[in-house]
């Protein structure tokens, strides 16, 4: 576990200094002793470590491009392992506002996580920007936050789309859900069963493995022989695991696969065999996309780190950039907190790996979710896109007033009409 401060990670010191930042022309920031405080709650230990690495590298990234400095200001990020857990969380947030004084913060990697700082967050007023689909449903919409932003959005915002898709595109009729049994797990397979079921399919069955299980067996075991595809919705090493069992199992190329956007993200597909060839997924980013920000982007991963960057490694690039544009317009100050909040959530990015994104009256971001299938492309497995959703948003296409007063999503929520 990592405490207490840091400049960068010791990895990203010794890279950052063959980098120079550019200041945009004829642009003056306020040049202040004080270093630009930024906390870093991301998780280093436990099963979604994996996604923590990759968080580590975007933010090292970032910073290294410009040579740790963020309008004129050198930064210190300060990083801390959560571990995944709620209440350490929460604790780390403490540690980070009240003994660091962070400016801003960045993080968690977990829903859960961020649901447990909500209350701490207000009442100490630190700006926090999410990396992940930490937006949670609950958190941003029914009671809006100040201090919460978000750099990508919630897990249903995902996988409305490829519910949507599932059912007018693949025509499949009916779908098992096998998803993790925790917030991110109840979200993702939430959305995609609502829209699954506008579509004209049927969820049949659901099944809910903790997010520690030892082994899937006993769920393979149970997924019904007849249904069309699984939606899965796993996080961490956990798609390697069930995907490759669920090969084992006999059922891959019977049964087809659809998921989250962390099914498959480019962080775990990286170590992945024929197991995950043609699965489908959602997501907010693919190393694939053809733009010229995310060329540069995935070249420098690329170079870096010898491999492609996914989402997790997107979110916190996607954060600091955040960051830069608000303090452009305080002039690199962050002594008024009133005025340096108000520029965070007047950001509106048109810039960056992922592509534009404009916040809603919530901070969550309005963004293209593109579907993906799994395909080796020059011998390597690739999330390829097949289509575009443009400009989604968290609600779908739900009246925001009638979907905030709605259950949060649960093993119980959306009701399960079609269960056999």
Do not use: C
């Not at 309008?71 to 009240?98: W, Y």
Request: no cysteine; glycine share 10%.
């Amino acid at each position: 576990m990592r405490n207490g401060k840091s400049m960068l990670s010791r990895r990203a010191l010794l890279k950052a200094g063959a980098a120079i930042g550019i200041l945009p022309a004829g642009r003056v920031f306020a040049q202040s002793s004080e270093p630009l405080r930024i906390g870093f709650l991301t998780v280093l230990t436990g099963p979604l470590a994996a996604g923590g690495k990759q968080q580590e590298e975007g933010a090292a990234l970032f910073l290294k491009e410009r040579n740790g400095t963020i309008a004129g200001r050198k930064v210190e990020l300060l990083t801390q392992d959560t571990a995944g857990n709620p209440a350490l969380a929460k604790t780390k947030m403490q540690e980070l506002a009240e003994r660091h004084k962070v400016h801003v913060a960045i993080g968690p990697l977990a829903t859960n996580e961020a649901l447990a700082m909500d209350s701490y967050l207000r009442e100490s007023k630190t700006p926090l920007i999410t990396t992940t689909s930490s937006a949670t449903v609950d958190l941003k919409a029914r009671q809006p936050h100040p201090y919460v932003l978000h750099a990508f959005g919630t897990a249903p915002q995902v996988t409305y789309p490829l519910g949507d898709f599932a059912a007018k595109e693949l025509k499949f009729k009916r779908i098992a859900i096998v998803a993790e049994d925790f917030t991110y797990g109840h979200e993702g397979a939430g959305g995609f069963h609502l829209a699954f079921e506008a579509g004209g399919g049927k969820i049949v069955q659901k099944l809910w493995p903790p997010l520690n299980a030892p082994e899937y067996a006993p769920y393979l075991a149970q997924i019904k022989p007849d249904v069309d595809a699984i939606y899965t919705g796993f996080a961490g090493a956990n798609p390697l695991r069930f995907l490759k069992q669920f090969a084992d199992y006999g059922l891959k190329g019977k049964i087809a696969v659809l998921g989250n956007t962390t099914m498959t993200d480019e962080g775990i597909l990286r170590v992945m065999g024929d197991e995950a060839d043609g699965v489908y997924s959602a997501g907010w980013y693919a190393a694939g996309l053809d733009t010229p920000d995310n060329k540069k982007f995935v070249a420098a991963i690329n170079a870096e780190y010898k491999h492609d960057p996914g989402f997790y490694t997107a979110g916190p690039y996607t954060a600091l950039l955040i960051i830069e544009e608000a303090l452009k317009t305080t002039g690199g100050k962050t002594d008024d907190a009133a005025a340096f909040l108000k520029a965070l959530h007047g950001v509106q990015l048109t810039r960056g790996p992922a592509g534009p994104i404009k916040l809603d009256e919530y901070s969550n971001p309005i963004m293209d979710i593109h579907i993906r299938k799994v395909a080796r492309v020059n011998g390597k497995l690739t999330n390829t896109i097949l289509k575009t959703y443009p400009k989604v948003n968290q609600f779908w296409t739900y009246d925001p007033k009638m979907a905030v007063q709605q259950p949060v999503f649960s093993r119980d929520f959306p009701p399960s009409k079609y269960l056999e």
